[in-house]
């Protein structure tokens, strides 16, 4: 069996008691990220702020501000693939009550003997019940497609920041930063990088080689699912954030309630309409992917999983690997070029009763967080030294 099938064949259902469904088949990843993020809380240099082996690199607030935007990034990345794939575990949940509900309708329809579709339809969706679960289906769909890529974008900040990319991560910085970092360091044309003006470390270096490493599965996310599924997860992403929504439609297929997506999310409802199914089509659902929205987003949670547990192998490798010898890439201060925010305070009034604040002006946090602060000098003892 070649690499390429035996990363489809991985199932990630994994055995933890105690978990419920979604957390167990995010955990290969979420496991490996949570060890990472506490593996480098511990070595923070809680006193000087960043880590011990980045000293010398730049000055310590930006070392400290990069420091700790790496903790955020992979810790959020954990956290988004498991609201991705709780939202997918909702969409299954409701896509399955939904088709239980018709079915129990339509038995009702044939039991009184009538078997007239369209008043099946009209009865069924003028239920209160149905109209919710219609939305949390609809819903559930969106935000599996939001999380699952707000996974990947977090990601990228982390990767570009661990493999020391010249690249600057306070402004935005998305998957698509990362594919392109990849492609300029798998090129073998000098370019700027030689002159030391390109984001990636000179050809024939030991810190290239090490970046090159550490960009694999960039470059290789093809085998991690099907023919072009991360582009076409991002594309649909896009679609149902920035555009007019296109008619979402709802099908009975082999006795099951079906909510099929487009097949090309980049082209317009009538664009679809016509052009996918093209001047010879039989049926308007050619412009569909006729599979059930609950196989796909499953399959788009599990190639993300892969992609992000191959990546995070790849960034402690380098970690540990740069660590041993600090100067093979310097952590450029490039990264985080200005400390104070760029933009103007907002002046949000807020809404509702204004909350009092506890007694000891302090909220709760676990110990890893209170380690984070503290190297992060951010307690009212040590928060004045970032004005001087």
Not at 142 to 155: A, I, N, P
Request: aromatic share 10%.
């Amino acid at each position: 069996m070649g690499e390429r099938q035996k990363r489809r064949n991985w199932w990630f259902a994994v055995d933890a008691p105690g978990l419920d469904l979604y957390e167990r088949q995010a955990l290969p990843a979420t496991s490996l990220l949570d060890s990472l993020y506490a593996q480098l809380v511990g070595e923070l240099d809680q006193e000087n702020g960043a880590f011990a082996w980045w000293s010398g690199h730049s000055d310590w607030k930006t070392l400290t501000m990069l420091a700790d935007y790496l903790l955020q990034s992979i810790l959020g990345s954990s956290e988004a693939l498991v609201a991705a794939s709780f939202a997918a575990q909702e969409h299954r949940e409701q896509t399955y009550a939904e088709t239980d509900a018709a079915k129990r309708l339509w038995r009702e329809f044939v039991k009184a003997g009538q078997k007239n579709s369209r008043r099946f339809a009209e009865a069924h969706t003028s239920s209160d019940r149905t109209r919710r679960r219609t939305q949390r289906i609809i819903q559930s769909a969106e935000s599996c497609f939001f999380h699952l890529m707000q996974t990947l974008d977090r990601l990228a900040v982390a990767v570009i920041i661990v493999g020391g990319f010249e690249v600057d991560v306070s402004g935005d910085v998305y998957w698509t930063t990362l594919e392109s970092i990849a492609t300029e360091a798998h090129s073998q044309k000098p370019k700027a990088s030689v002159l030391g003006k390109g984001r990636v470390e000179p050809l024939g270096t030991a810190g290239r080689d090490l970046q090159l490493k550490l960009l694999t599965a960039v470059k290789d996310w093809q085998s991690f699912g099907e023919t072009d599924w991360l582009t076409w997860l991002r594309h649909t992403r896009n679609a149902m954030t920035h555009r007019s929504p296109a008619k979402r439609l709802n099908v009975i297929i082999d006795d099951q309630m079906v909510w099929p997506f487009y097949k090309q999310p980049k082209w317009s409802e009538l664009q679809s309409l016509v052009f996918g199914v093209g001047e010879t089509g039989t049926s308007m659902l050619d412009a569909f992917i006729m599979r059930s929205s609950v196989d796909v987003l499953d399959g788009l949670c599990a190639s993300t999983t892969k992609v992000v547990v191959a990546l995070t192998e790849a960034m402690k490798s380098c970690w540990e690997a740069r660590r041993s010898d600090p100067a093979t890439i310097i952590q450029q201060g490039k990264q985080w070029p200005t400390i104070e925010p760029t933009k103007s305070a907002l002046a949000f009034p807020e809404y509702g009763k204004a909350l009092t604040p506890p007694v000891d002006g302090h909220g709760h946090t676990n110990d890893l967080d209170g380690i984070r602060w503290t190297a992060a000098r951010v307690d009212d003892s040590r928060r004045r030294d970032w004005y001087k």
